[in-house]
C-alpha cells in the first residue's frame, strides 16, 4: 500500500472522527437548551418548612457532659410549584442544641408530595445520655433556669423532582429549623398534656437543596 492511501485513509478517519464530536457537542447543547428552556418556563421552588411545634417530655442533664431528651417536633412542608412533584427519600430528623446533636436520627417514611401540596410528619426525637462538651451541659442548665432553651432540630435526605412522566436524579435535602422553647414559663406559653408540655412555635425553617 502506497504512502498516499495510507495518508487518505489516515484523513477520512480524522474527518470522521470530527463529525462524530460535532455531532455529540451538538446533542448536548440542544438537550442542555431545552432543559434551560424547561426549567425557565416551569421555574422551581424549594419546598417550604415550617416547625409548627414542639413537645418536650423530657430535657434533662443527667451529669455535666450528658444530656437526655425526649421530644416530638412537628414539621409541615409545603410544594410551592404547581407544575414540579417532589419525591422525599432517606429523609430523617435529629435534634442538636449549640452545634452538638442530643438526639438520634428518626426516619420519616418515603412519601410523594404533589403540586402545592403539603405533608405534616411528627417524628420523635429521642437521646439517651448523649455526651456533650461540659460547657454545653452547663449552658443548657443555665438556659433552664433563665427560661427558655434554642434547639435547632434538622431533616436531612434527598429530593427528586417529578415534571409529568419525567423524573430527576437524587438532590441533597438539608433543613434546619430553630426551635425557641420557653420551658421556663410553661403554665402561660406551653399546654400541659400528662408528664409533657406542647409548645406552639410556627417557625419558619431553612432549606438548601
Known amino acids: 500500500m502506497s504512502e498516499k492511501v495510507c495518508d487518505h485513509h489516515e484523513t477520512v478517519r480524522r474527518n470522521r472522527a470530527r463529525r462524530w464530536a460535532a455531532a455529540l457537542l451538538t446533542f ?15 421555574q422551581p421552588k424549594k419546598p417550604r418548612f ?7 417530655f423530657n430535657l434533662n442533664i443527667s451529669a455535666a457532659n450528658v444530656i437526655s431528651a ?3 417536633v412537628t414539621v409541615s ?5 404547581a407544575r414540579i412533584g417532589v419525591y422525599y427519600d432517606r429523609l430523617s ?3 442538636t442544641y449549640r452545634s452538638q446533636q442530643i438526639s438520634y436520627s428518626t426516619a420519616i417514611p418515603n412519601v410523594y408530595q404533589g403540586h402545592k401540596d403539603v405533608n ?4 420523635f426525637l429521642y437521646g439517651v445520655d448523649v455526651p456533650v462538651a461540659p460547657y454545653n451541659g ?6 433552664r433556669a433563665d427560661g427558655a432553651v434554642n434547639l435547632l432540630v434538622k431533616m436531612n435526605g434527598r429530593v427528586r423532582w417529578k415534571v409529568g412522566s ?4 437524587r438532590y441533597h435535602l438539608h433543613v434546619a429549623c430553630a426551635a425557641y422553647i420557653p420551658v421556663g414559663n410553661s403554665k402561660n406559653t406551653g399546654i400541659v398534656v400528662g408528664n409533657s408540655v406542647k409548645y406552639q412555635l410556627s417557625q419558619r425553617c431553612s432549606v438548601n437543596v
Open 120 to 123: 405534616v410528619w411528627s417524628p
Open 138 to 143: 452547663a449552658a443548657l442548665a443555665q438556659d
Open 50 to 56: 415550617t416547625l409548627q411545634d414542639a413537645t418536650i
Open 93 to 95: 430528623a435529629y435534634a
Open 166 to 169: 419525567f423524573i430527576s436524579g
Open 28 to 42: 448536548v447543547f440542544v438537550v442542555a437548551l431545552v432543559v434551560l428552556i424547561v426549567w425557565a418556563i416551569l
Open 77 to 81: 412542608s409545603r410544594n410551592p410549584n
Open 70 to 72: 425526649t421530644v416530638q
